[in-house]
């Protein structure tokens, strides 16, 4: 009865684990939209054709999940324009958007004249993907780009820009709490607990402890010494953060659409 009562009592706590999570995570489109969009915008002839395939099948399928158009957008740049123009620019005149012209969109740029990337969110991927939560998705990418893993690079951006989005804004979507390793480990340590304290009560309570026989009138510290011996100074160089290279801050387009955003190099 009482393994019972343990193993329901671990699965109720489980279930508390992954409950918690739910107020802050976003509703998910019931199915795919059949109709695929282009997506992908290789200008700078980064990709295969196969590869251009697969990633514009995989950035419908996300973010119809989302109802959000992930776009990914390389360009030579040959006119030297600054990334955050080409990427305002290609909104205004694309007018990209999941259900209607210039809606919710999400913007990877690429500019390849001077090695820039950057991420945009646009209509309710703004506050989804703020200027914050863009920078993470950067940061994790940036890596594949400077290893010239472009479309290594662009998955992870798909993925991981999706996850972002299943988050409401204000929440923490590293909060350990929302990995699903981290709630079964914590449903099993506390389930574990449980059954421990009761297998621990069923053995009977021991009444006698290290006072129970001293005679506290008769017992105390015979002596007390303290020595100094020496002390210890421990140096430690601070290491100066050289990375210049990354920042957050998104802005509005000519056409007088804001957006979030990150920017960097690679």
Known sequence: MKKKFAVLTALLVLFFYMGAAAPFLTDTAAAASSQSKTLIYDDAHL????????????????????????????SENQENKDVVDIVEDFYDKQGPGYDKAHGNAVILTLDMNNRDVYIAGFGKDEDYLD?????????????????????????????????????????????????IWVQLGG????GA???????FRSGGRVTVDGYTYE???????????????????????????????????????DGGYSHSGSRGTF
């Open 131 to 179: 200027d914050s939560r863009a920078t993470k998705v950067r940061e994790k990418i940036t890596p594949y780009l400077s290893d010239g893993d472009y479309k290594g690079g662009f998955e992870k951006y798909i993925k991981e820009t999706n996850r972002y989005l299943g988050f409401k804004p204000g929440v923490n979507p590293d909060n350990p709490l929302f990995n």
């Open 187 to 190: 449903a099993l340590v506390i």
């Open 47 to 74: 990709l295969s054709q196969a590869d251009v395939d697969e990633l514009n099948a995989m950035a419908n399928k996300y973010g119809a999940e989302r109802q959000t158009d992930i776009i990914i957008l390389t």
């Open 215 to 253: 005679d506290v009138s008769r017992s105390g510290v015979l002596e007390h010494e303290d020595r100094y011996i020496r002390t210890t100074v421990t140096k430690r160089k601070i290491e100066k953060d050289n990375d210049n290279s990354s920042g957050g801050g998104g802005g509005t387009t």
């Open 193 to 199: 607990l449980v059954v421990g304290v009761m297998v």
